[in-house]
């Protein structure tokens, strides 16, 4: 938290006394974040504590009962997520977001997946289908374009192989790598992972955050990410917002978080007493990744 | 032999109507999951708007090239239907899409009275007939077949090779794919849904049209009543060939307008219909998913 005083503050995304009710449940109670420009902010909480709720309301899938959620592009424009229909929020908003449980189109092709996610890009260049099929030479550059920026990709995601397999054969890992990149694909300013690396085995998990790196890396694109492997979070994440019964309980960068005891003591649910020790474990742990991957 | 292939010519023909009709209910099952039981109202008003132009055409125009009136015809009818389903879809199915599956299905069935009877109280309750717009035929071989059936039977290629290729080949047909398979996704990716499934309401109508104005063409009536049975066929064939499958959908048209002709051919003509159901329930029984349907797996 010290960290950030120093440096001018560009926030990507605000929200603003969010709070969600499901009926006599308070599911988010008066939540309030940001997250940086260009940076990977990570949502970490015990199950249950709200993280994907907050997704929902941030990617338009739930209206929330209460907050505001500011989401400011580069270009200076702002928008308020939790007023525009969710179709919107990657079109203008540019937020794009993925799944817990993976929602691919898996009838399609793994290239046609990528393709889907530039429709709107397609759609108007070939004139709602009318001009693109008279074979106008703005709907084929269009195509090119979007066929290039698939391959680049699927690239990135090392898929390029399996570009016309369907999209539902693909291993678990790889079905992630494409979610990831399919979102990608729809040109968006922040991305949010919902649990990128749930169900994935080690080697997959670190190729995939050499593919969050490269993201951020080369598009400067905003990621937020909720995640429960902690490696995964403390590797790459530049600022950790950790969420409990639907309250913030600490907010700031990963060294911090990871020895705030309020963290330790709700995220790993051990007695104050306990903290040392639970501390002096996850270096351990820590150490022991540090020899996997260097 | 030569009456076995003339046979297969006219249930090649009839087949071809029943295909383009069950193009519609096929996609609109496939991208909302509900049967659009006005559809076989949507052709028969298509036939109508094609016999109103007819009407005009030559009540004003006499002496129009055949094919230019049979492209207006076309046109219009297109144009009539797809509107018709287009505001169908606006004001009866999109508001109900949220509530359970039952709803739509029943205000569909609505629809269909709705345009029926609409038909009826404007066109008159009385066989509309016209006369025989192409009436040459050629003797191949034995076998007569007339120009009206090589065109219903070409102008149904041509159609399905656009229709393919719409839905193969371009952003809306991905889109629409898309759509069938995860809606909520893509809408995440910046698709309108909403539009997708308007286009593809007013794509199955127009397909309908045009069958309606062949079905005028071949058979020179059309009254308000014909939406049902060519309706319930064309259902048929879509069901029969696998619901949501394109080429399911013209393989089943195909194979209920030859299981008729046939059946006509060689037993008594009253059981035509009973012989097509039949087929239906001994197919569905044994292969419940249609015969180019994918089953569906759930992978757990």
Known sequence: M??????TKDPILKVEHLSMRFGGLMAINDFSFEAERGEITALIGPNGAGKTTVFNCVTGFYKPTMGMITMKQRSGKEFLLERLPDFEITKHAKVARTFQNIRMFSGLTVLENLLVAQHNKLMQASGYTILGLLGFPAYRQATKESLELAKHWLEMASLTDRADDPAGDLPYGAQRRLEIARAMCTGPELLCLDEPAAGLNPRESLALNELLQAIRRDTGTSILLIEHDMSVVMEISDHVVVLEYGQKISDGNPEFVKHDPK??????????EEVEEVIEEIEEIESEQGGINP | MEYFIQQLVNGLTLGSIYGMIAIGYTMVYGIIGMINFAHGDIFMLGGFAALIVFLVLTSFLAGVPVVLALLLMMIVGMLAAALWNWTIERVAYRPLRGSFRLAPLITAIGMSIVLSNFIQVTQGPRNKPIPPLVSSVYNVF???????????????????SVFWYIVNR?????????????????????????????????????????AGTMYLMYYGVVVFTDGFVPGVKAFTAAVLGGIGSLPGAVLGGLLIGLIESLWSAYFTIDYKDVATFSILAIVLIFKPSGILGRPEVEKV
């Open chain 1, 2 to 7: 010290a960290l950030k005083t120093t440096m």
């Open chain 1, 263 to 272: 963290v330790i003591a709700a995220y790993l649910g051990v007695e104050d």
């Open chain 2, 142 to 160: 034995g076998i007569a077949i007339s120009l009206k059936q090589i065109v219903i039977v070409v102008i149904t290629a041509i159609l399905l």
């Open chain 2, 170 to 210: 371009t952003p809306l047909g991905r889109a629409q794919r898309a759509t069938e398979q995860d809606r909520k996704m893509a809408a995440l990716l910046g698709v309108d849904v909403d539009r997708t499934i308007s286009v593809t309401f007013i794509m199955g109508a127009a397909l309908a049209a045009v």
